[in-house]
């Protein structure tokens, strides 16, 4: 089955900073990766996603990247503010079969100090 | 309002005792989903369901099952709940497997 890892578990920026949360997934067979975002004793949200035939999207501050060769992907927050802060989790979907299971990383903690 | 609902919303309980959690969506979603979520493992999906009738064992479907009877709905049955599944369980839909995932407000169980 897919195993996703993402790093680091915890991240403290300052405002206006960059953030990067790296993940990285071991079957080539997943094609889609989205980025989620759960802000404290809330639900999670999508925030940006990418396909594998795709190597890099943005979305204003929010960017990501995909690497197949070395199967990892990246989120990039930029410009970063205070209500940045919250959990964020990668995911890789895994077509197998004609079936789609989706494994998500084990999340970020991201703070961002005023 | 497009929305994900979970039902009950808190559950205490005790091992052994047979429980369901409902989950419904008015999105008309094929992909739906269930997945735990326990600190620092992250979310783990537990069972999804490609559309009607048709449903796969996630990374952690021991000790759960599912059935999806209808397109809207698809619930989780903890038949012989043990203290090892208190946990945050959240629910998703989705138009597919390679599509935004909408979760809903999740179900935080214990289980004495």
């Given at each position: 089955?897919?195993?996703?890892?993402?790093?680091?578990?915890?991240?403290?920026?300052?405002?206006?900073?960059?953030?990067?949360?790296?993940?990285?997934?071991?079957?080539?067979?997943?094609?889609?990766?989205?980025?989620?975002?759960?802000?404290?004793?809330?639900?999670?949200?999508?925030?940006?996603?990418?396909?594998?035939?795709?190597?890099?999207?943005?979305?204003?501050?929010?960017?990501?990247t995909l690497n197949k060769t070395a199967k990892h992907f990246s989120l990039?927050?930029?410009?970063?503010?205070?209500?940045?802060?919250?959990?964020?989790?990668?995911?890789?979907?895994?077509?197998?079969?004609?079936?789609?299971?989706?494994?998500?990383?084990?999340?970020?903690?991201?703070?961002?100090?005023? | 309002?497009?929305?994900?609902?979970?039902?009950?919303?808190?559950?205490?309980?005790?091992?052994?005792?047979?429980?369901?959690?409902?989950?419904?969506?008015?999105?008309?979603?094929?992909?739906?989903?269930?997945?735990?979520?326990?600190?620092?493992?992250?979310?783990?999906?537990?069972?999804?369901?490609?559309?009607?009738?048709?449903?796969?064992?996630?990374?952690?479907?021991?000790?759960?099952?599912?059935?999806r009877k209808e397109k809207r709905n698809f619930p989780l049955i903890l038949?012989?709940?043990?203290?090892?599944?208190?946990?945050?369980?959240?629910?998703?839909?989705?138009?597919?497997?390679?599509?935004?995932?909408?979760?809903?407000?999740?179900?935080?169980?214990?289980?004495?």
């Open positions: 089955g897919e195993n996703v890892e993402q790093h680091p578990s915890t991240l403290s920026v300052q405002e206006g900073d960059s953030a990067v949360i790296k993940c990285t997934y071991s079957d080539s067979a997943s094609n889609y990766f989205p980025w989620y975002k759960q802000e404290l004793g809330k639900r999670p949200q999508l925030i940006i996603d990418i396909r594998s035939n795709v190597g890099e999207k943005k979305d204003q501050r929010i960017a990501v990039h927050i930029t410009e970063t503010q205070p209500e940045d802060s919250a959990v964020y989790f990668c995911a890789a979907s895994l077509n197998s079969g004609g079936y789609q299971k989706v494994t998500f990383g084990t999340g970020t903690k991201l703070q961002v100090i005023p | 309002e497009a929305q994900v609902t979970q039902n009950p919303r808190y559950l205490i309980t005790v091992t052994g005792k047979k429980l369901t959690v409902t989950c419904s969506q008015n999105m008309n979603h094929e992909y739906m989903s269930w997945y735990r979520q326990d600190p620092g493992l992250g979310l783990r999906q537990i069972y999804y369901s490609m559309n009607v009738e048709v449903t796969d064992k996630g990374d952690v479907p021991e000790g759960y099952k599912v059935s038949e012989s709940p043990s203290p090892n599944q208190t946990s945050l369980y959240f629910c998703a839909s989705s138009f597919g497997g390679r599509e935004t995932q909408y979760f809903g407000p999740g179900t935080r169980l214990l289980v004495l």
